[in-house]
């Protein structure tokens, strides 16, 4: 009896109202925080392949095939690709650097998936953010990272934000029902 009584009492009431309110609020927050984050991530992820294949599209005019090749040798001898991936073949399809698959070679952005590298749960293959770069001769330029970690970080970002949901939820309820 006491249990109903608490329920239909205006205090409670009000309790709740404040507590769906407060959980909308963290959800909005969390939608925010979400969408923010993703499309920081993703602005970084992009600008990073990016200013590479504008590197070495230049290296490319200054000094031909070759020093695009010294280029990127160096740069992953030097560890400053930090688990970028690069990709150069010609015309017939021949490689001439890296293992990416070949693509259509239009300038633009596009999805490539294969073997996990070690950083994917089981079973999941990797899934890389590729910048495809024409180049003179019938060349074509691949600059690749992998996109499940902006992907993983924006699951991690609801994760976290589920929990607090219904911690706070939680706490309210039984805030009002004390």
Same mark, same amino acid.
């Given at each position: ?25 963290? $959800?909005? /927050?969390?939608? =925010? ?5 993703? #499309?920081? *991530? !993703?602005?970084?992820?992009? %600008? ?49 650097? $890296?293992? /990416?698959?070949? =693509? ?5 952005? #596009?999805? *490539? !998936?294969?073997?996990?590298? %070690? ?60």
């Amino acid at each position: 009896m006491r249990l109903s009584q608490t329920l239909k009492s205006a205090s409670f009431k009000l309790t709740a109202a404040y507590a769906g309110l407060f959980a909308l609020s963290v $959800g909005v /927050l969390a939608a =925010v925080t979400y969408f923010s984050v993703k #499309t920081e *991530l !993703t602005r970084e992820f992009q %600008g990073r392949i990016l200013a590479e294949s504008g590197a070495l599209e230049a290296d490319y005019k200054a000094g031909g095939v070759r020093q695009v090749l010294r280029a990127i040798s160096d740069r992953q001898r030097g560890q400053l690709t930090d688990g970028l991936d690069f990709t150069l073949y010609d015309a017939s399809g021949r490689h001439l650097f $890296g293992t /990416l698959p070949i =693509v259509a070679c239009a300038r633009g952005w #596009t999805t *490539l !998936t294969g073997p996990p590298d %070690g950083d994917e749960p089981p079973g999941q293959m990797e899934k890389l953010g590729v910048y495809v770069t024409p180049l003179p001769n019938g060349l074509c330029l691949l600059v690749a990272d992998d996109w499940g970690d902006v992907e993983n970080f924006g699951s991690v970002i609801l994760k976290t934000f589920g929990w607090v949901f219904l911690l706070s939820l939680t706490m309210a309820v039984a805030g009002g029902l004390f």
